[in-house]
């Protein structure tokens, strides 16, 4: 396909990519729309976080290649965290992508002045919103895995935050689970450094909740229990005087007068 016959054009103006569908392209065959893909694919992987703004306009109607088109490109820049938007002023368009779903994977606009106002969120905006989102999860990990060790540390050091020890270890498996369950959703819908920080904040939550379970076995242990009752006549035993003795003295006594 030449560059002439191309059913479609795609420009690169500062911050996004525009790329105009058109008409013709719904009289090519299914491996001419496979071959656009191909095209447009490479230009789109060149860009760190591309930002693609596909008009639609110039269409009054729309096949299953085109939207299967759309969908290979719409994977294409979520794989580089990238945003794309649609521009579609024909209803029937519209209607389409709205059956299919696709309307709800990304913004669906009838003007290109909606669609530059929607491009200006991304990819900038709209990746740093993701990386503070995916940090939220590791800080309130890492300040709950921080209190519990204190806790730790002071139950342990004999100092413990209520005067019943135990209930000093209670509030330290409550901290320590929240650090395990929300650094466990971390490694789940992270990746990277959040990924990373979020793995040894597990690691530190469970060892902190292993070292509770040994200071509430420790303060479960009842110290010994001494039977006094038991023990006094036992002394009794050792402080009674032979009678013997005295018996003898007597006898003796007798003997001498």
Do not use: H
């Amino acid at each position: 396909m030449s560059t002439s016959d191309a059913p479609y054009t795609l420009e690169k103006t500062r911050g996004y990519v525009v790329l105009c569908l058109l008409p013709k392209l719904n009289e090519v065959q299914w491996g001419d729309v496979q071959q656009v893909g191909n095209e447009i694919i490479p230009d789109l992987d060149a860009l760190r976080s591309p930002a693609l703004l596909v008009d639609l306009s110039a269409l009054d109607y729309m096949g299953s290649s085109m939207v299967a088109l759309l969908v290979r490109l719409w994977k294409a820049v979520q794989k580089k965290n990238g945003r794309m938007v649609v521009q579609s002023e024909q209803k029937m368009v519209t209607e389409v992508l709205s059956i299919a779903g696709l309307n709800s994977l990304w913004d669906v606009v009838p003007t290109r002045d909606e669609a530059i106002s929607a491009m200006k969120q991304s990819p900038l905006a709209a990746q740093n919103g993701t990386t503070q989102a995916s940090w939220t999860g590791p800080i309130i990990a890492l300040i709950a895995a921080a209190a519990a060790g204190w806790v730790w540390w002071t139950t342990r050091s004999g100092d413990p935050l209520f005067d019943d020890a135990k209930q000093s270890v209670y509030v330290l498996f409550a901290l320590a689970a929240v650090a395990v369950v929300i650094s466990g959703l971390t490694l789940f819908r992270n990746s990277g450094a959040a990924r990373i920080v979020g793995g040894l904040i597990l690691i530190a939550g469970l060892a902190i909740g292993v070292g509770g379970f040994q200071q509430l076995s420790a303060a479960n242990v009842a110290p010994p229990v001494v039977d006094s009752d038991a023990a006094a006549p036992a002394e009794a035993t050792e402080q009674t005087p032979q009678p013997q003795l005295r018996i003898d003295r007597l006898d003796n006594d007798k003997k001498d007068k």
